[in-house]
């Protein structure tokens, strides 16, 4: 059974850090690009960062760039979103993405409160 888990989310402090996993199985990600989605209350979907299956490159919102880093180990069959510098605007459900041969993947999410 394809499943992705994320885990990490929790309330941090403004200026402070977390760090997000998605755990895949069922499938092997080396094959599939992997990305990290947020969706805020009353707003859309919203692509965070994304990381190839070919040679690793990135790409980041603009909002992000600078404070968070998306990687992964295939090893570990697992990837990851270090996020730093966190601010209240970063509140939101964090959505792990498996996208590759014709298919797309999505975990059930893990929530991210950043407030004092």
């Known amino acids: 059974q394809v499943q992705l888990v994320e885990s990490g989310g929790g309330l941090v402090q403004p200026g402070g850090s977390l760090r997000l996993s998605c755990a895949a199985s069922?499938?092997?990600?080396?094959?599939?690009?992997m990305s990290w989605y947020r969706q805020a209350p009353g707003k859309e979907r919203e692509l965070v960062a994304v990381?190839?299956?070919?040679?690793?490159?990135?790409m980041y919102a603009d909002s992000v760039k600078g404070r968070f880093t998306i990687s992964r180990d295939n090893a570990k069959n697992t990837a990851y979103l270090q996020m730093n510098s966190l601010k209240p605007e970063d509140t939101a459900v964090y959505y792990c993405?498996?996208?590759?041969?014709?298919?797309?993947?999505w975990g059930q999410g893990t929530q991210v409160t950043v407030s004092s």
């Open positions: 993405n498996a996208e590759g041969w014709g298919v797309s993947y």
């Open positions: 069922g499938f092997m990600i080396r094959s599939y690009a």
């Open positions: 990381i190839r299956s070919a040679g690793g490159s990135t």
